[in-house]
């Protein structure tokens, strides 16, 4: 049976860009407004199971074609190497610093080792639902 | 070089190994590992001088200062001599193993750095001051010996040997772990120094008995003494390199070397003197008589090794009895430390040269096996005159070091007369005569080892190869030991000044302040008189008729049991545990998912009831509650129909989308209480989860599976009971916890420190990013391993059904 997938797989394509685009925004904005790395980074997940959902596992591994494990091992690097950078200045573990700099365009923007040690967080819930998601939808 | 970094030189070095091993396979990757030990013997060389004069050295590095725990690195006569032991031995024996580990076929990279690993960890032992970082390098080099004997890991024998030495030596370990954490407590210290300092008070206290006992397990287990010693024949299966380096020069003598340095703090009991005597000299007895049965040449020497250990072990413990007396008599028992350490470092010499031909001949002819070898002499004359040299120094023949250290030995046991706290009377008798029957039992072993392998008629027919003699290479490193053997009979002396005489001044500290006042000389003439004369000669006699009727009387060999073994007790051990252990696992284990969810639910459930009911926890207070809205009982209507329809649905589809509503309308709750962050994680996760419940669809069992009979009823109202268990144990908190605020709420705290001290404004993010972020990182963690175990899983399943298929073709 053929079936007619037309209306899901435009629709998709436009709205997994608005996906990831929240999913961005709300892991930038979550050290003041709701959002955050977890959440963010399953924001960009439900956006790749949509496309999965649309088109098929095969075209979205042909689209999008990360191997999530490494992924997962780089986040999960960036987060220990963000907290374990802070014996190097010789403060405890997880000590996180923070300050406000003026950015081209962004105008004054405050950057936090926080936003660092979140960024492995978003980039491990990224890859580890979408491997489990690949490896439980791929076996047959 | 600070003498910490002299410690861990060996393993900063095993880091480049691999990759040395890779890229340069031209050169034998032992060339570049012997600078490690050459470099470190010219080290410690600088030493000497300043250690005979009585200075020690001392270098500490603070590990975890908070529960004071370091590294320090204590230099004295009796580290030293093992430090030296351990480098100079360890260049031997890597040049050795250049020549006989093939660069091609060998994993090389893997036995290096092994090496490296145990030759670090071994430094460590010998050179640790602090209780804590001994027992750190102590469990090293286990496992540094684990992965050695383990090395042809694709021989089963090799496994078995090298679990089995772990077993044992690993369980002494722990022992003396024990042991050391009592000594801690008592002397409110873990330094060994200072512990000695305050021997005299520690003798009275309670657990000073059971401390010095599990102390002595530790070392007895890595000593090979009996009856811990059976580990140490199938360690043989080790490459010979390790054999010779590991388990007859230095690790094993890891154990002698905790005897001695412990002396000072034990010896003041006479239980220390007993245990370490008698346990010692049973093993010498043991050793020497079963040496004889072996057939295979390592085995020979392993229990050899056995035994030679136990007549170290048992000198150190006649040495202690000078704690124990005044006057001139200290000096008698002194002489037996003296003659411990002198025969420890012949032992190193002789039974290193040894090991090394018994290599070489495997390596030349193929096989170990003494049946089949013979009438060597004149096809490897070198290597027999090594053995020669090698056995008649273990065997006590004169013109050899082992010479003089086994008459001192014999010396030492006779010494016993003069010590007569308990009306020994005549019972000291037993020591001397023990150790007469061992020598002579050590004299066969020794004419046999060699005179089965090199006289005797060659068997061609029986050997895998044609035999020759070892490359000139292969002959350096046990030619070198070889003659330190001759050099050491003529000039004991020297060697005593240098090494002996402060190694002894450390084990004596009450009798010896400098290492010049220990006052011995080594003779080997002690005139007519000497009572150790004759013993010798009657060994010479006994042992060579003995030898020439070997044929005749080892039969008897075959009437003891084998079941009755130590080793059939330690395999029935094993057995027992292993399949102890598999019954009890299998019991809750059993692999279905729903029986893991009740003992968690079951468990919880337990937990919180228990709490709530023996503190009294559950109060209910409906003053101050907000009125219900209309919606909310909307939500809630909604909540309760879709959970209804997961229950009775019949459909799985119906269930999983009744799940997500469930999910939504919760989420609908965290809006309207205001927290969007909870709400907003709820609905992503609900969607996500949703799409991941599609997707393991196809791989759950048929819903009707469990619809029939009765077991199913019995399983309905188990699931229901939990069910009820938990959602009452839930509520019940959550009305509690609501009706009393006995702490003030955290909150407070986050409001007002998020933003002057965490820089955010978001709570709940900073929370998790920040004031909690070490429970983030481990949850990341504990998520990443899940998902490796649920790849692995899943890629095993598909590999099994392809393998499946492949057979089905066929």
Redesign the interface.
Known sequence: MKTNDLIIQTTTKVVFFIIFLFSIH?FFA??????????GG??M??AI?LL??AFDLKTVRDMLPFNY?VI??I??LI??LT?AGSIYFNVPF?T?V?DYFNLPLLGET?I?T?MF??T??YL??V???M???Q???G?? | MSLIFAIFLPILVAIVIPFLFKKISSIHTGWFVLIVPVVLVGHYVTYISAIMDGTTYIDKFEWIPSLDISVVSYIDGLSLLFSLLITGIGALVVLYSVFYLDKDREKLGNFYVYLLLFMSAMLGVVQSDHLISLYFFWELTSISSFLLIGYWYTKDRSRFGALKSMMITVFGGLMMLGGFVLLGIMGETFSIRELIEQAPTLVGQEFFILALVLVLIGAFTKSAQFPFYIWLPDAMEAPTPVSAYLHSATMVKAGLYLVARFTPIFALSEVWVWLVTGVGLLTLLWGSFFAVKQTDLKAILAFSTVSQLGLIMSLLGIGSISYHVTGDLVTIFTFASFAAIFHLMNHATFKGSLFMIAGIVDHETGTRDIRKLGGLMSLMPISFTIAMIGSFSMAGIPLFNGFLSKEMFLDATLSLQHFNVHSLESWWMLFPIVAWIASVFTFVYSLYFVLHTFRGKYKPDLLPKKAHEAPIGMLISPAVLAVLVIIIFFVPNYFGNTFIKPAVAAIQPLAYKVPADVGFHIKAWHGFDSIALYMTLGVFLIGFLLYKSIAKWTPIYGMLPARMSLNGFYDWLMNLSDKGANRLSSSYMTGSIRSYLIYMFAAVIALLAFTMWTKDAFVINLTNLAPIQFFEILISVVLIISTITILVTKSRLTAIISLGAVGYTVALFYIIFKAPDLALTQLVIETVSVALFLGAFYHLPKMDKYEKGKEDRLFRLNNFLIALGVGVMVSLIAIASHSQKLVKSISEYYKETVYSEAGGGNIVNVILVDYRGFDTLFEISVLTIASLGIIGMITVRLAKKKGDRKVENK
């Open positions: 709300i979550g050290h003041y407004t709701p959002g955050g790395g977890f959440v399953l924001v997940s439900s199971v999965m959902l494990t997962t091992a986040g999960l987060s220990l907290a997880f996180h923070y405050s936090h926080a040690f979140d492995g967080v491990v819930v890859g580890v639902t491997n489990i998601i490896m439980i939808g076996d047959e």
